[in-house]
């Protein structure tokens, strides 16, 4: 019996990790009606993070009503397992959100995802992993942190004498663990604001008074507290985020990919694989920079790993790299909205995928 580990991130804007696996796992069938396919949603971070450690973990989804970029309610979801929570900032302040119209990093809050880390603390949570990805917000975590200094200036209102540890109030007492890939610093020409606050709308103008508030944050923040973390690698993701849950909440970072893999073992799942099949929508060098395939190439060890995009640039260097295969799923010519159609996409994996496995007899 062939034994084959699909493990796909999303083709953004068209198919979810677990569609582009179960598309691949029917061109296995095609070729090996009797292989065994392990389906394993991933993410390296941002889109399908929570669902991915929900796959991996159980857990129960928590519905939770927050504010999104410009404050208006809305309903966002976080994961649940015992004392552990997995959020996704872009859940509260995501990118998706807003309209082309409605772009302005000036006044877009990272205010909603404190109400998710505070809903989750007062659900027991002791150990939050967030996913930094797809925020629509530069506001370096200001928003978030002033819901959390909020509540726990309510807190010590409410009871004067501190907790028996004397360890102040319980956001603060939390574990956190963030995920991402981003190595950006919070300012300067490689910060939040100039790297990505363009494709949240901000023009040359804007970049320049984002990077300027950041800095001041920073600069006001190591004064008061005696260390400053925002030329750190990660401080830049999400808009800044990555530089508040370091430099406030002491927040550990890691790779999505990394933290994800080692949660589900994913080296023992593939010591008694035939193949691997991963990918994502867009393959390049980039991709070797330690973007979700390059961990589950690392991860397999012997085990050939094929790789499969909607687009692929630089195939060579991919396979240089490792990989036994790079293959673009679309026919040369194919216009961008048709490949972009879901069906399209998922039939396109799966008769990639046939393909890829027939070679293999």
Partial sequence: MKRVVAAIDSFKGCLRSAEANAAAAAGVR???????VREVTVSDGGEGFMEAFFAATGGEIQSVQVHDPLMREVSAKYLLNGQKAVIEVAEACGLWRLT???????????YGVGELILDAVEKGAKEIIVGLGGSGTSDAGKGMLEVIKTAATTLKEQRPVKDPE??????????????????????G???????????????????????????????ESAQHMGHDRSNEPGAGAAGGLGYAFMQYLDAERRSGIELLLETIDFDRMTQAADL???????????????????????????????????KISDGEALVQAG???????????????????PEVAQRNIRETVARIVSKRG
Wanted: proline share 7%.
């Fill in 100 to 110: 082309k119209e409605e772009l302005n990093p000036l006044i877009a809050t990272s």
């Fill in 30 to 36: 095609e070729v090996w009606p009797d292989a065994q």
């Fill in 323 to 341: 990989f036994a295969e790079a293959v673009c799923i679309n026919p040369p010519h194919l216009a961008l909205e048709e490949a972009m159609r």
């Fill in 276 to 310: 691997v099949i991963t990918g994502e929508g867009a393959a390049d060098r980039q991709t070797l920079m330690g973007k979700l395939p390059t961990g589950i190439l690392r991860h397999a060890g012997k085990t050939p790993v094929c790789l499969i995009a909607g």
């Fill in 189 to 219: 020409e490689n910060g939040a604001a100039a790297v990505f606050g363009p494709q949240k709308g901000a023009t040359p103008e804007m970049v320049k008074e984002l990077d300027a508030r950041a800095r001041l944050f920073a600069e």
């Fill in 166 to 187: 004397g360890r102040g109030d319980a956001a603060e007492r939390v574990k956190y663990i963030i995920a991402t890939d981003v190595n950006n610093p919070l300012c």
